[in-house]
Nanobody
Framework: QVQLVESGGGSVQAGGSLRLSCVASGYTYSTYCMGWFRQTPGKEREGVAAIDSDGSTSYADSVKGRFTISKDNAKNTLFLQMNSLKPEDTATYYC?????????????????????WGQGTQVTVSS
């Protein structure tokens, strides 16, 4: 059984930083696409960043240059470093994983359609 547990959310002022973590268990970590998504009430879930099994990354335009996705295979942990946070980054952030050797471009749809999901962690950015 695949389990994903996020942590690291919180409340910060605009311009601040947070680092989200997602500890994964129950699968061979290195052969998965993984990603971060976010959602606010009344809005559709939005893909934020993805990383494939080779370590290639992809970002939503809204976070490029501010957010960095990375993973520590030895610790089965996915990270999202978020800098220069804006009020519009306020959302519940979810970690997702799917077994695949797809390139990162293909990871987005695979995560949406077939991914395992964590319970989410809240990020609130005040102006």
């Amino acid at each position: 059984q695949v389990q994903l547990v996020e942590s690291g959310g919180g409340s910060v002022q605009a311009g601040g930083s947070l680092r989200l973590s997602c500890v994964a268990s129950g699968y061979t970590y290195s052969t998965y696409c993984m990603g971060w998504f976010r959602q606010t009430p009344g809005k559709e879930r939005e893909g934020v960043a993805a990383i494939d099994s080779d370590g290639s990354t992809s970002y939503a335009d809204s976070v490029k240059g501010r957010f960095t996705i990375s993973k520590d295979n030895a610790k089965n942990t996915l990270f999202l470093q978020m800098n220069s946070l804006k009020p519009e980054d306020t959302a519940t952030y979810y970690c997702a994983a799917v077994a695949s050797r797809s390139t990162v471009e293909g990871c987005w749809r695979l995560l949406e359609d077939n991914g395992y999901w964590g319970q989410g962690t809240q990020v609130t950015v005040s102006s």
